[in-house]
């Protein structure tokens, strides 16, 4: 028989999760509403649940936050797709798009201008885009014990797959670690990010950057749905083979961007995940005549996490992510799995 799809499914419409109400072994999905227009109409977020059979940790996996970076939507839903209820230990909460305005306007920030991921946990009485980010925050994201945050380089730049996490926190290493990432990025956090603010109220939360912004790439969505359900797995949440941790990624201790302290037409030379060597040369700044300005060379030796790819650079614009490698200072015995850690 054929299957029906619906066009405009329908979902309870709720303004926020109450994971309790739900019973074992079934799967919902929501709008949670967050806040209103001048004409009174609400903005939703659309989430999906799946509650299993059996106790376990609650884990958020959360995109878009930023909303033209896209990639971690396919994750959310193929995700979702392949769980089982029925065989599920715990708690998964999916958020396709939590920054629905910006998704909505093909942009990276909140409409006017704010940046979501830099106001959070935001504030019960501040502007709009604070009182959203306080609401996604203490309607959605509150229920998490371990939350993964899905991001992609911003408009005109290129990421490789990485991690930001805090490496000398035993879980958000453990996290970091499973993604299987080229690189990782020991980082604890800018005020105001969503994982800042959720690491903040004890849920174990990492960044993940998977590729490239307003656009699906096949290879990076496979990555980042491993990444996910390894950690899943960790947690004994659900059953696959144990995942075999390569150690091969490269844990840098801190990392930077480069800036341009000229404007002009771009070339960045190095390629993404490269290992640079102090003094290489890294990119060209040119004239619109195409004379050429400036040559700018690795300041020292790392590896290239992101990059820009869009020639038109006025002054100060982001020319090349460095990260540096090596542990940072207090390192910490990252535990055999996350659900040995727990036990
Ligand atoms: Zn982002």
């Not at 797709?81 to 029925?86: F, P, V």
Request: aromatic share 6%; with cysteine.
């Amino acid at each position: 028989m054929k299957k029906t799809v619906t066009l405009y499914p329908e979902a309870p419409v709720v303004d926020s999760l109450d994971l309790d109400a739900l019973a074992p072994g079934t799967r919902t999905r929501y709008k949670v509403r967050l806040v209103t227009n001048a004409v009174g109409s609400w903005t939703w977020v659309p989430v999906m649940v799946a509650r299993g059979c059996a106790p376990g940790p609650t884990v958020v996996v959360a995109a878009a936050i930023h909303g033209n970076e896209l990639n971690g939507i396919p994750i959310v839903q193929r995700l979702f797709a392949g769980l089982e209820e029925d065989k599920l230990n715990g708690t998964v909460v999916g958020v396709p798009v939590m920054n629905v305005p910006s998704f909505l306007d093909n942009e990276r920030v909140f409409p006017g201008g704010r940046d979501l991921n830099r106001l959070m946990p935001g504030t019960a009485n501040g502007d709009n885009a604070e009182m959203y980010g306080h609401r996604l925050m203490s309607r959605i994201v509150n229920v998490a014990d371990y939350m993964i945050d899905l991001h992609t380089a911003s408009f005109g730049r290129v990421n490789s797959f990485y991690v930001r996490a805090d490496m000398c926190h035993p879980v958000t290493a453990r996290m970091a670690q499973l993604q299987q990432a080229q690189i990782v990025v020991h980082n604890e956090g800018a005020d105001g990010t969503l994982r800042a603010a959720a690491m903040e109220r004890g849920i174990y939360a990492i960044t993940v950057e998977v590729g490239d912004p307003m656009r699906f790439q096949r290879g990076m969505i496979r990555d980042g749905l491993s990444g996910v359900r390894n950690v899943l797995a960790d947690l004994g949440m659900i059953h696959q083979l144990s995942p075999e941790i390569d150690d091969d990624y490269v844990l840098c201790h801190k990392s930077f961007w480069i800036h341009s302290d000229a404007g002009g037409v771009l070339v960045v030379h190095s390629d993404l995940a490269e290992e640079v060597k102090e003094g290489q040369r890294i990119a060209t700044l040119s004239n619109i005549f195409g004379d050429e300005l400036k040559v700018f060379h690795a300041p020292e030796d790392g590896i290239v996490v992101g990059k820009s790819t869009n020639p038109v650079s006025p002054t100060g614009a982001r020319v090349l992510h460095l990260g540096i490698a090596g542990a940072p200072e207090n390192v910490c015995q990252i535990p055999p799995s996350l659900a040995a850690r727990i036990e």
